[in-house]
């Protein structure tokens, strides 16, 4: 499996999107993939990250304007606060970082 790079994001890059990372970390670790490169940023910043590398998945704590994300998949991060279909956003971000 190749190493992904993952962009997770919240409003202020310090909270949520920390409890985020830890999860999808934790998902790689799971199903055996390689540990993804995590950028973790403010919803601000995405664009330009997604313009300054190859992105394979977003996975924001909140709502983030699907125009800036492009054509990366997106899966909401917010089941991993509010911990509301926790199983469904670990298995859709585990088919992601399998391919």
């Known amino acids: 499996m190749k190493k992904k790079t993952v962009i997770v994001c919240?409003?202020?890059?310090?909270?949520?999107?920390t409890i985020a990372a830890g999860k999808v970390r934790d998902i790689a670790k799971k199903i055996g993939a390689p540990e993804p490169r995590i950028i973790q940023c403010k919803f601000s910043e995405v664009q330009g990250n997604i313009?300054?590398?190859e992105v394979d998945?977003?996975?924001?704590?909140?709502?983030?304007?699907?125009?800036?994300?492009g054509n990366v998949p997106m899966v909401l991060g917010t089941p991993f606060i509010t911990g509301v279909n926790v199983d469904?956003?670990?298995?859709?971000?585990?088919?992601?970082l399998k391919n």
């Open 10 to 17: 919240c409003a202020s890059s310090m909270i949520t999107s």
């Open 51 to 53: 313009e300054t590398n």
């Open 57 to 69: 998945l977003i996975v924001p704590t909140g709502r983030l304007n699907e125009n800036v994300t």
């Open 88 to 96: 469904g956003a670990e298995q859709k971000i585990a088919e992601i």
